[in-house]
């Protein structure tokens, strides 16, 4: 938490004259009215209400703190201390600091009696900030009584003083906690405005994913993503039940369609269960035949790499080199080189000379976005909070980014100093994004594996050109693939489809975090170099992740089921999964499945376009020309798993390079990159 003296932090609200009467009715007490300012406040992912008088220089020893699990709001501390007494081994936890979140540090009180500390000072000892999450009701004047008051009660039920606004009225600051929160009248005092009293029909924004009670995890999905996702959606299931819940022990059983309902007006857009929406396709049954078997290829070696390069320093045969990588991956080695190509900062038809000026050009752009935050002074800083802001979220996730990796592990790592380096200059590159949590994480493999701080940049920048959607404040990505997810699911298996949605899963919000990132956190950082460079060659579609997903939860299918997992042990069980995925398996049944579905003749129009698809001789269920009778369409290009100059393995286990196919009939539909 910031000083008492410099909150900082988006200015949402601000009043002077806002008075706190200490000793109202009495006489001759110059203490009797203390004036005040009264802020609201937007930092990270928490709104903070905060009071201090105007005359009063406070340091941070003199604010009045409150916290959920706190029995009293009464405690005075020293809040920048606090994170310094941690040991070590829970600074190094990524998940302990990622339950971190909360920008206002607090300290429970140790006693609970109602014993006040003393307090040097008359008048700091009233300062006051709480986080809204922590906010139960609101109380106003009777009408009539001159300027207007307003009492703040906290859930702990501690009454904080009232607020007199002698300039001017409380309705401005009504209105602007209206944008965080839901406020009502109370049906015992009208003059009592309670916090989200009901389960309002939740609005169209990804903000309101979950009602009151949890405001804070709102905004950290809406603000950080990453962060909201990354500790777990099983640490916050009984939260949200809870929440949808209230307080009486009758209504503590779930209806069976409580949070399919409340999800599905959780994002607005997100409608997984499409066959029941107007104008959706109707995914009925398929039969997708018989899936084959795939085996993993030896990755590229950097002599095969060689071998096709002209004297000019041109790939050769780009394709069957995107195959081979697809099939294998590459060596360690070579990543160095290809990693740039695969992401689009060299063209695949560049020269060495041209690449050679390319990289200058680039080296050049990069260091003057560099100095341009480099050069902001500490002055100009305290006037940009964004850039504040951007910088604060990077120093926290720099240093809990893959700090068990040797090349990022220990202090003043210079691995380290890089990482916030580029991000910091990324903001510069993107200022409308900036710098979302979970960024770091797409870094960190480029810059392990590029060992430069420019080529990294560039690479990383690329990437996000492909991944910036997940990061956007609506989320379009998000929701787009999600939807995506559960019509693919359905095609493969519409019995494991029903079965999560009769446990509330079906808007498969446990793959969220899968999606976010790209598998960051459910694998090795080995196994990520592998995957990553995998989906990089966008065969056999932009969307072979999804695939990817499909292949994990038709693995966990059966444990889930016969196991009869509910809503809580489907999260607890995906979570859980993190680290313990074989990364070559689930390539392998990921290309398996995207070969079954070449072959179908009646794969849906949806699935023909979240895969690439081209539309062939294809027979649908929903076509308005009868059942019997083919839709003939302008044939298109071959499947790029049908191309002739993919290598093979040999029985020994080295590459055939002579030509190969893979038999797929010649009436199905041709799958190439979207």
């Given at each position: 938490?910031?000083?008492?003296?410099?909150?900082?932090?988006?200015?949402?609200?601000?009043?002077e004259?806002?008075?706190?009467?200490?000793?109202?009715?009495?006489t001759?007490?110059?203490?009797?009215l203390?004036?005040?300012?009264?802020r609201?406040?937007?930092?990270?992912?928490?709104v903070?209400?905060?009071?201090?008088?105007?005359?009063?220089?406070?340091?941070?020893?003199?604010?009045?703190?409150?916290?959920?699990?706190?029995?009293?709001v009464?405690?005075?501390?020293?809040?920048?201390?606090?994170?310094?007494?941690?040991?070590s081994?829970?600074?190094?936890?990524?998940?302990?600091?990622?339950d971190?979140?909360?920008?206002?540090?607090?300290k429970r009180?140790?006693?609970?009696?109602?014993?006040?500390?003393?307090?040097?000072?008359?008048?700091?000892?009233?300062?006051?900030?709480?986080?809204?999450?922590?906010?139960k009701?609101?109380?106003?004047?009777?009408?009539?009584?001159?300027?207007s008051?307003?009492?703040?009660?906290?859930?702990?039920?501690?009454?904080?003083?009232?607020?007199?606004?002698?300039?001017?009225?409380?309705?401005?600051?009504?209105?602007?906690l209206?944008?965080?929160?839901?406020?009502?009248?109370?049906?015992?005092?009208?003059?009592?405005?309670?916090?989200?009293?009901?389960n309002?029909?939740?609005?169209?924004?990804?903000?309101?994913?979950?009602?009151?009670?949890?405001?804070?995890l709102?905004?950290?999905?809406?603000k950080?993503?990453?962060?909201?996702?990354?500790?777990?959606?099983?640490?916050?299931?009984?939260?949200?039940?809870?929440?949808?819940?209230?307080?009486?022990?009758?209504?503590?059983?779930?209806?069976?369609?409580?949070?399919?309902?409340?999800?599905?007006?959780?994002?607005?857009?997100?409608?997984?269960?499409?066959?029941?929406?107007?104008?959706?396709?109707?995914?009925?049954?398929?039969?997708?035949?018989?899936?084959?078997?795939?085996?993993?290829?030896?990755?590229?070696?950097?002599?095969?790499?060689?071998?096709?390069?002209?004297?000019?320093?041109?790939?050769?045969?780009?394709?069957?080199?995107?195959?081979?990588?697809?099939?294998?991956?590459?060596?360690?080695?070579?990543r160095?080189?290809?990693?740039?190509?695969?992401?689009?900062?060299?063209?695949?038809?560049?020269?060495?000379?041209?690449?050679?000026?390319?990289?200058?050009?680039?080296?050049?752009?990069?260091?003057?976005?560099?100095?341009?935050?480099?050069?902001?002074?500490?002055?100009?800083?305290?006037?940009?909070?964004?850039?504040?802001?951007?910088?604060?979220?990077?120093?926290?996730?720099?240093?809990?980014?893959?700090?068990?990796?040797?090349?990022?592990?220990?202090?003043?790592?210079?691995?380290?100093?890089?990482?916030?380096?580029i991000?910091?200059?990324?903001?510069?590159?993107?200022?409308?994004?900036?710098?979302?949590?979970?960024?770091?994480?797409?870094?960190?493999?480029?810059?392990?594996?590029?060992?430069?701080?420019?080529?990294?940049?560039?690479?990383?920048?690329?990437?996000?050109?492909?991944?910036?959607?997940?990061?956007?404040?609506?989320?379009?990505?998000?929701?787009?693939?999600?939807?995506?997810?559960s019509?693919?699911?359905?095609?493969?298996?519409?019995?494991?489809?029903s079965?999560?949605?009769?446990?509330?899963?079906?808007?498969?919000?446990?793959?969220?975090?899968?999606?976010?990132?790209?598998?960051?956190?459910?694998?090795?950082?080995?196994?990520?170099?592998?995957l990553?460079?995998?989906?990089?060659?966008?065969?056999p579609?932009?969307?072979?992740?999804?695939?990817?997903?499909?292949?994990?939860?038709?693995?966990?299918?059966?444990?889930?089921?016969?196991?009869?997992?509910?809503?809580?042990?489907?999260?607890?069980?995906?979570?859980?999964?993190?680290?313990?995925?074989?990364?070559?398996?689930?390539?392998?049944?990921?290309?398996?499945?995207?070969l079954?579905?070449?072959?179908?003749?009646?794969?849906?129009?949806?699935?023909c376009?979240?895969?690439?698809?081209?539309?062939?001789?294809?027979?649908?269920?929903?076509?308005?020309?009868?059942?019997?009778?083919n839709?003939?369409?302008?044939?298109?290009?071959?499947?790029?798993?049908?191309?002739?100059?993919?290598?093979?393995?040999?029985?020994?286990?080295?590459?055939?390079?002579s030509?190969?196919?893979?038999?797929?009939?010649?009436?199905?539909?041709?799958?190439?990159?979207?």
């Amino acid at each position: 938490m910031a000083a008492a003296g410099v909150v900082s932090g988006k200015i949402i609200y601000e009043q002077e004259g806002v008075y706190i009467h200490s000793s109202f009715g009495k006489t001759n007490d110059q203490d009797s009215l203390i004036s005040g300012i009264l802020r609201v406040l937007e930092k990270d992912a928490e709104v903070i209400v905060d009071w201090r008088p105007l005359d009063d220089a406070l340091d941070s020893s003199s604010i009045l703190y409150a916290r959920k699990d706190s029995s009293s709001v009464v405690e005075w501390t020293q809040a920048p201390k606090e994170r310094g007494h941690r040991g070590s081994e829970h600074l190094n936890s990524y998940e302990a600091e990622w339950d971190m979140v909360n920008t206002v540090s607090f300290k429970r009180k140790p006693h609970t009696n109602g014993d006040a500390p003393s307090h040097r000072n008359g008048k700091s000892k009233w300062s006051f900030l709480f986080s809204l999450t922590d906010l139960k009701s609101i109380k106003q004047n009777k009408e009539g009584m001159g300027w207007s008051y307003l009492v703040f009660c906290l859930k702990d039920d501690v009454v904080l003083p009232a607020l007199h606004f002698h300039q001017g009225d409380s309705k401005l600051l009504i209105e602007s906690l209206e944008k965080y929160v839901v406020l009502c009248e109370s049906p015992q005092d009208k003059r009592t405005l309670l916090v989200n009293c009901q389960n309002k029909s939740l609005s169209q924004s990804f903000e309101n994913l979950l009602d009151e009670p949890t405001y804070g995890l709102i905004q950290k999905i809406k603000k950080d993503p990453y962060t909201a996702t990354m500790i777990g959606f099983s640490k916050v299931t009984n939260y949200i039940f809870d929440s949808l819940r209230g307080s009486d022990p009758s209504t503590h059983q779930r209806p069976p369609s409580e949070m399919a309902d409340f999800l599905s007006d959780a994002i607005s857009g997100l409608k997984i269960n499409q066959q029941e929406e107007p104008g959706f396709e109707v995914i009925t049954r398929i039969d997708l035949g018989e899936r084959p078997v795939v085996q993993r290829k030896e990755p590229v070696s950097l002599e095969e790499w060689t071998k096709n390069i002209d004297s000019e320093g041109r790939i050769l045969n780009v394709d069957s080199m995107k195959q081979m990588i697809f099939r294998g991956g590459l060596s360690h080695a070579l990543r160095k080189q290809a990693w740039k190509f695969l992401l689009g900062y060299f063209p695949w038809d560049s020269t060495k000379e041209e690449r050679t000026q390319l990289q200058k050009q680039k080296t050049d752009e990069y260091f003057r976005m560099k100095l341009q935050w480099k050069s902001v002074s500490q002055e100009q800083e305290k006037r940009n909070s964004r850039l504040r802001d951007y910088r604060s979220l990077i120093e926290k996730d720099v240093n809990r980014t893959d700090r068990t990796n040797k090349f990022y592990e220990g202090q003043d790592n210079p691995g380290l100093i890089l990482l916030h380096d580029i991000l910091m200059t990324y903001c510069m590159y993107d200022f409308d994004l900036g710098y979302v949590q979970g960024m770091s994480d797409l870094l960190s493999p480029l810059l392990y594996v590029m060992e430069n701080e420019v080529d990294a940049f560039w690479c990383f920048a690329s990437y996000m050109d492909q991944m910036h959607q997940n990061f956007e404040e609506q989320m379009q990505g998000m929701k787009t693939q999600l939807i995506q997810l559960s019509t693919l699911l359905r095609l493969l298996d519409s019995g494991f489809c029903s079965y999560l949605e009769s446990q509330d899963s079906g808007y498969l919000y446990f793959c969220f975090r899968w999606l976010l990132i790209r598998f960051k956190r459910e694998f090795s950082f080995l196994d990520i170099l592998r995957l990553w460079e995998v989906m990089w060659t966008e065969l056999p579609c932009k969307n072979f992740h999804l695939l990817l997903c499909c292949a994990i939860l038709e693995s966990e299918k059966q444990q889930i089921m016969e196991k009869h997992y509910g809503f809580n042990e489907i999260l607890k069980h995906i979570n859980e999964l993190s680290m313990k995925i074989d990364v070559e398996d689930i390539l392998c049944k990921a290309e398996a499945i995207s070969l079954q579905m070449v072959k179908c003749k009646e794969l849906p129009q949806a699935v023909c376009e979240i895969l690439g698809l081209q539309d062939s001789e294809v027979t649908t269920p929903d076509s308005d020309i009868g059942e019997d009778e083919n839709v003939v369409m302008t044939p298109r290009p071959t499947s790029a798993f049908q191309s002739n100059a993919l290598p093979t393995l040999s029985a020994s286990g080295a590459r055939d390079d002579s030509p190969t196919q893979i038999p797929v009939s010649s009436d199905v539909c041709r799958l190439t990159p979207a």
